[in-house]
């Protein structure tokens, strides 16, 4: 957890989770390759329970590291010769 902020009846929290892609994922084979996976996740409570969530995950940024979309290079300049 990298953050928690509580107001109201609503709950938000970021987070970063990190493992190995080591099984299958949304129709790609295992790489082996080190992930990271950020995401914001935030609950309405009523009644001291949970009542709803809705979260946001950075698939792009997962499917970059593990190979399926190339990674964006904005540093470089492209040759015009």
């Known amino acids: 957890m990298d953050d928690l902020v509580v107001a109201g009846d609503r709950v938000v929290g970021r987070f970063t989770d990190r493992g190995t892609h080591a099984g299958t994922f949304y ?5 082996g390759n080190p992930i990271e996976m950020r995401s914001i996740d935030i609950w309405r409570t009523e009644n001291g329970e949970f009542a709803e969530h809705w979260d946001e ?4 940024d997962l499917f970059q590291q593990i190979g399926v979309i190339p990674a964006f290079n904005l540093g470089a300049t492209e040759s015009t010769t």
């Open 27 to 31: 129709g790609v084979p295992p790489t």
């Open 57 to 60: 995950l950075n698939l792009l």
